[in-house]
Every structure is written in C-alpha cells, then in structure tokens.
C-alpha cells in the first residue's frame, strides 16, 4: 500500500494551498482516508476526514470553514484545499486510512507527507 501526498509550498498568510493524495496498493474506494498535519515540536494533529462515499466529511474545529476534504475514487486521490491559510498551519501534512490519529504512524497507512509552510 502507498499513499504519496502532493501540492505543499510556501503560502502566504491568508492564502491558499490544495494537497493531493494518490493512493495505490489497497482498495482505497473501501477506505475512510484522513489528513493529519505535525507542527515543528508538536505531536500529531487529526485535521479532516472523508468517508468512502465522499459525501460523509468531519474536521477538526481549528480548520473548520477554512478547508475542504474531498475524493476521486475513480482516480484513488484524496483533496485538502486549504484557504484562508494561518501561520498555525505551518507544519508537515500526511494522508493516512482511518478516521484519526490514534495510535501514531503505526495504526493505518500513511504517506511520506508534504510540507506546508505559512508566512506573513
């Protein structure tokens, strides 16, 4: 199984980024597929989540409103498209299977993932 994340840079404060996740190795379309993000220092932070219908979608209250979870099962790709981007969103974004973050990198599968860098 893979999971390769896509589409992190340098942002500016306000701006927007959108992220890619392309799965392969699984039956992604069977798969509630999530977005993490780790902050330089900090531990594993949930960000959203989408269930295998793409309809059914949560997120975590510091993004609410400002990203949007979405999926392609006919192309195995996951979508964040992050606006209204704050310096708090600074950090290194994962995709991952499951529905949170509970039990670290050693729960699901997890891509490499892509940095996000915010600045004012």
């Known amino acids: 199984a893979q999971l390769v994340e896509s589409g992190g840079g340098l942002a500016q404060l306000g701006g927007s980024l959108k992220l890619s996740c392309a799965a392969s190795g699984f039956t992604f379309s069977n798969y509630v597929i999530s977005w993490a993000r780790q902050a330089p220092g900090k531990g594993l932070e949930w960000v959203s989540a989408?269930?295998?219908?793409?309809?059914?979608?949560r997120y975590a209250d510091s993004v609410k409103g400002r990203f949007t979870i979405s999926r392609d099962n006919a192309k195995n790709t996951v979508y964040l498209q992050m606006n209204s981007l704050k310096l708090d969103d600074t950090g290194l974004y994962y995709c991952k299977t499951g529905l949170n973050v509970v039990g670290g990198k050693s729960a699901g599968y997890w891509g490499q993932g892509t940095q996000v860098t915010v600045s004012s």
């Open positions: 989408i269930f295998p219908n793409g309809r059914d979608t």
